[in-house]
């Protein structure tokens, strides 16, 4: 049987295959060297724990990268998430985490989102759009975004967070 | 259709199901197989009628009225506890104390006892294996008394040998608090043997139920433990009830736990004494009706043959242990001789969380994650498995449904 014919479509949008490629060969899976901030990310409901990396400077990301266990769709985020921001400003990564957010909730679509971001961000929102497909599965956005609390919470200079706040 | 239901069966899980109004609906578009009843099970109508019941026609608060329908639901309550008394084999009904659940019946215990009659130093055991609940409880009161917590270690199957209890458990133990039936790894402790050691050293045993009310026959004399705990709503009943049973004597001993009315002998502003066991541990309104409700679990079990229903079970656990085993890249976690009807497990390359969103959408219902049970999921290497749990009303079919789903899973994953 090919997927496409045993999979309900929330099942397909969920685990769109950029999601499943980056959630079984993520990219930046390391430990940022000389880093200058680092955030853990729990997730209480499954145990799920994602430690970010990231070096700053000239205000600048300069290096972001992540470690840790988690399932395909916390993965898949985490790792897109740091192709993204790897080298953007500091400001965008408040800027996607609230894409991402939104998109994952269902408060805004791809256009939306991409419209509430800098332009250079753009073409980010686009891929990061992959992830809006937990928007069908309520209990699943906490999973999109254990690792943008991560990194929002590293980049206060906090070194803990969790998706319960 | 297998040759598991084509066979007689002794017991008619048909029948059972029909008992279960829930089990008739579906899930995305698809029949409701229910397998996370180690978590919460489903209830029969004999409860949701009862509970109906109650609220339609007998529902009064409890030891307080002198009018008709106080007299009623006060006698339908301490009936309940009477139905108690009898499943577990307590002497007295005066050993059964109605709790919000298991989880407030292990904290009265640690909050009580514990902090009356335990010293700095003094030792309380418990296993690598148990629920937070269980854990929990035990490190608050440590951080309150200054005892120490130790830990009997589990092995790679699932099982806790004596060995690790006779190693663990020693002069300055004051309690060994252990599962009865783990909930993660479905493992059947040797709780007549830890009663055993525990008491040569004249420390108390603490057994969480949960599991065990479920699986296993409990007779808490024969058991030999001094503390057995377990929740309503795992046991076919409702939510917001659960037992402590004690020994009257521990009982008496122990000082109250909550102040507040119906707990009391009598109150001055100078001085209050205490109501004798179980009301000196049932301050305020109980949950009448969740109770009542807990009475009418016990009597349809008690209508079953328990001896065919625990073989059903058995029976649904090897058919799932051998078909879960054949599915390419699936490891079980917890494979342990005489285990209760629970089944853990991972599949290489997918996470639980994945595995049970996509099962949910087969109509497929799993625990997946830690189970409350952080540190054995650390001991076993994992940070979350995919559970799938037992109960009466479950048919080799469904069975062959979660090994559809998860083929599915895979198409989807992998």
Request: some cysteine.
């Amino acid at each position: 049987m090919r997927r496409s014919e045993t999979l309900a479509d929330d099942l397909r949008s969920l685990y769109q295959e950029i999601i499943l490629d980056h959630g079984k060969t993520p990219r930046n899976f390391r430990v940022v060297e000389h880093h200058s901030c680092k955030a853990q990310g729990n997730n209480p409901m499954c145990g799920d724990r994602i430690t970010v990396t990231a070096r700053v400077g000239n205000g600048t990301l300069e290096d972001i990268a992540f470690e840790g266990k988690g399932c395909a769709i916390s993965i898949a985020s985490a790792s897109m998430m740091s192709e993204a921001l790897k080298g953007q400003p500091i400001d965008a990564a408040q800027q996607l985490f609230s894409a991402v957010r939104d998109l994952c909730t269902g408060k805004a679509d791809t256009d939306q989102a991409k419209a509430a971001v800098a332009p250079a961000l753009s073409d980010s929102v686009d891929k990061l759009a992959a992830l809006s497909g937990v928007r069908q599965f309520p209990v699943r956005v906490k999973c999109a975004t254990l690792a943008w609390h991560a990194l929002i919470s590293c980049l206060e200079g906090k070194t803990q967070t969790t998706t319960e706040k | 259709m297998n040759k598991q239901m084509t066979a007689p069966l002794a017991f008619d899980v048909q029948k059972v199901r029909a008992d279960f109004p829930i089990l008739a609906r579906e899930v995305h578009g698809k029949p409701l197989v229910y397998l996370d009843s180690a978590a919460s099970a489903q209830k029969p109508r004999q409860v949701i009628d009862t509970l109906t019941r109650v609220y339609s026609h007998e529902y009064a608060n409890v030891h307080r009225g002198a009018y008709y329908l106080s007299e009623t639901a006060t006698a339908a309550y301490e009936a309940a506890r009477e139905k108690v008394r009898g499943f577990i084999n307590a002497s007295s009904i005066k050993e059964v104390v109605f709790t919000k659940g298991a989880t407030e019946a292990i904290n009265l215990v640690a909050a009580t006892w514990g902090r009356a009659f335990l010293k700095p130093g003094d030792e309380v055991v418990i296993t690598a294996v148990e629920h937070h609940s269980n854990i929990v409880p035990w490190q608050l009161l440590r951080d309150a008394t200054g005892c120490v917590l130790k830990i009997a270690p589990v092995n790679p199957d699932g099982s806790i040998d004596l060995v690790s209890f006779e190693q663990a458990i020693g002069p300055k133990t004051k309690l060994v608090a252990v599962a009865h039936v783990s909930n993660v790894l479905g493992t059947v402790l040797p709780v007549r043997e830890v009663a055993d050691i525990a008491h040569a050293h004249g420390a108390k045993l603490l057994l969480d139920g949960c599991q065990g009310i479920v699986h296993e026959h409990v007779d808490v004399q024969d058991l030999g433990c001094d503390f057995y705990v377990f929740s309503g709503h795992k046991l076919y009943g409702p939510t917001g009830i659960g037992v402590l049973w004690a020994s009257l004597a521990l009982l008496e001993a122990m000082p109250p736990y909550q102040g507040g009315g119906d707990m009391i002998d009598t109150v001055t502003f100078a001085c209050t004494t205490w109501a004798p066991p179980p009301a000196k541990f049932e301050a305020g309104t109980p949950p009448i009706a969740q109770a009542i409700g807990l009475g009418a679990a016990i009597d349809y079990l008690n209508s079953l043959d328990r001896v065919a229903v625990a073989k059903h079970e058995n029976a649904l656990l090897r058919h799932a242990m051998s078909r879960l085993a054949q599915v390419p890249g699936v490891r079980l976690i917890g494979t342990a001789p005489g285990k209760a009807a629970v089944q853990s497990f991972v599949m290489e390359g997918a996470h639980p969380h994945d595995l049970a969103t996509i099962l949910d959408r087969s109509g497929v219902c799993v625990r997946a994650g830690h189970h409350c049970a952080q540190p054995l999921m650390e001991i076993l290497g994992v940070t979350a498995t995919t559970r799938a749990s037992f109960a009466l009303y479950n048919t080799m079919d469904e069975v062959d449904a979660l090994i559809t789903a998860l083929h599915r899973a895979q198409e989807v994953l992998l």
